[in-house]
C-alpha cells in the first residue's frame, strides 16, 4: 500500500454532518423553519359521510365533514335542501327537500361547493283514485311544429301542434292494455272541426269510437263503453281556423261508475207499507211504500257527512206529485236542494251544486194516484 491509508468518502445525510456544517452550507436540502411564516390551510367545505343513505322529503340528513360555519346551501341529487342547521364546523343536519334527487350530497359555503355521492332519494307516489293513463306516456304525431310529447306532458302550458295542413294524426302508446272509457281532449285555440278518435291492442286494427264534423272547440269529454286499448290515436281531418291544428293535453281514463253513497245505508220513514230499508237496497224490484195518505217522509242516514250533488228517485207507478229533498248534516237543521209541486212520474234525476249532507229527507206532501206513494230506490252520488 506504500504506506499510505485509504479513506472512503459516502454520501451521507444533512443531519449526519451536522457537527461540522449546515445543510445550507453545502448547498442542498430544505429552507430552515421560520416560525413566523404562515401556514395556509383549505376553507372550502368537505364532506366525509351523511347519514342516512336514503330518504324521502322531509327526512332529516347528517352531513359530517369540515369548514361548514359559513354553510349557504345544501343539495340532494342537485335539488335544495328545504331547510338545513349548522349544529357545529363539522355537523350539519338538512331536511330533504319536496323535489329531492338521487346523486351527491352538496354543501357550499363562502368558498365553493363540494359533495359526496351516494344519495337515494325515495320518491313517495300518491295513488291517484282515477290516473291519466296518457301521462308521460310515448306519444307520436305526424308533424311536430312542437313536440308530440308535450301532449302528454300534463302542463295546460305546454301544446302539441302539427305543421299548417288538414289530415294530420296523434296517437298515444299507453305502454299496455287498459280497459278504458273516457277521453279528454284539451284543445288550443286552433282546434280540429272534424276528427275521429281510434283505439287499438296491437297498432294494427284500429276502431273507432268517438266522431265528430262540426266540433266547436274547447275541452272535448269524450265517454264511451268500457273498451280495451293500448294504442289512441287522433284522425285529425280538418282545420277549424288557417292556423295549425294542436291541444294543450290529451288524456285517456278508465272513469269507475260513481258510488250509490245511500246504497244498504239506514233508511227510516214515516210509515212503512214495506219497509224502508227496501228503498235502499240497490233492488229495482223491491220498493218502499206509504200507507195511503198525503204528507209522508223518508230518510236515509248516509252514515257520515259527504259532498253530494246527484240525487235519483225511481219512482213506482204510484208516485208523488209534490214533494221537497232537503239534506242536513247534523239532523236538525235541514236546507232545501229541490222542490216540485206537479211531477209527471218516473225517475226523477236530481242535479245539485255540491253540498255537505248526512241525512237526505223527501218530504213527500201529495200522492199522484189514489194509492200509496212509493218508490223503488233512493240512490245518492257525487260525480
Request: one cysteine or more; a negative charge; charged letters at 20%.
Amino acid at each position: 500500500m506504500n504506506g499510505k491509508i485509504k479513506i472512503l468518502c459516502f454520501l451521507v445525510p444533512c443531519w449526519a454532518c451536522g457537527m461540522f456544517s449546515s445543510c445550507d452550507e453545502i448547498g442542498y436540502g430544505a429552507n430552515p423553519y421560520d416560525p413566523s411564516t404562515p401556514v395556509t390551510v383549505s376553507e372550502m367545505p368537505k364532506i366525509t359521510s351523511f347519514s342516512p343513505e336514503e330518504g324521502e322529503t322531509g327526512d332529516t340528513i347528517t352531513i359530517i365533514g369540515i369548514n361548514f360555519t359559513t354553510a349557504t346551501a345544501v343539495t340532494f341529487g342537485g335539488k335544495d335542501a328545504s331547510s338545513f342547521e349548522i349544529k357545529s364546523d363539522t355537523e350539519i343536519e338538512a331536511i330533504v327537500g319536496p323535489y329531492g334527487g338521487t346523486g351527491a350530497v352538496a354543501v357550499t359555503n363562502h368558498k365553493g361547493t363540494k359533495s359526496l355521492n351516494g344519495f337515494l332519494y325515495i320518491k313517495i307516489e300518491v295513488p291517484t283514485e282515477n290516473p291519466n293513463l296518457a301521462l308521460n306516456k310515448f306519444a307520436t304525431a305526424s308533424t311536430e311544429l312542437t313536440p308530440a310529447s308535450l301532449g302528454v306532458d300534463g302542463e295546460t302550458g305546454t301544446r302539441w301542434s302539427a305543421d299548417n295542413e288538414d289530415n294530420q294524426w296523434y296517437q298515444v302508446d299507453l305502454g299496455k292494455v287498459y280497459s278504458i272509457n273516457n277521453i279528454i281532449i284539451k284543445w288550443e285555440a286552433a282546434y280540429a272541426s272534424a276528427y275521429d278518435v281510434q283505439v287499438s291492442v296491437d297498432n294494427i286494427a284500429f276502431s273507432t269510437v268517438y266522431s265528430t264534423t262540426a266540433y266547436a272547440g274547447g275541452d272535448d269529454n269524450i265517454k264511451f263503453s268500457n273498451t280495451d286499448a293500448r294504442y289512441v290515436k287522433i284522425l285529425l281531418h280538418t282545420r277549424a281556423t288557417p292556423w295549425a291544428m294542436s291541444f294543450w293535453e290529451l288524456e285517456v281514463y278508465n272513469t269507475p261508475p260513481p258510488v250509490n253513497l245511500a246504497l244498504n245505508k239506514a233508511a227510516t220513514a214515516s210509515t212503512e207499507l214495506t219497509p224502508a230499508s227496501l228503498g235502499v237496497d240497490g233492488e229495482i224490484g223491491t220498493r218502499w211504500s206509504a200507507d195511503n195518505e198525503d204528507n209522508q217522509w223518508y230518510q236515509v242516514d248516509l252514515g257520515k257527512v259527504y259532498s253530494i250533488n246527484n240525487i235519483i228517485i225511481k219512482w213506482e207507478a204510484a208516485y208523488a206529485l209534490a214533494y221537497d229533498v232537503q239534506v242536513s248534516t247534523d239532523n236538525a237543521a235541514f236546507t232545501t236542494v229541490y222542490s216540485v209541486t206537479a211531477y209527471g212520474g218516473g225517475d226523477d234525476n236530481i242535479s245539485i251544486e255540491d253540498t255537505d249532507a248526512r241525512y237526505v229527507k223527501i218530504l213527500l206532501y201529495t200522492r199522484a194516484t189514489p194509492w200509496a206513494m212509493s218508490f223503488w230506490e233512493l240512490e245518492i252520488y257525487n260525480n
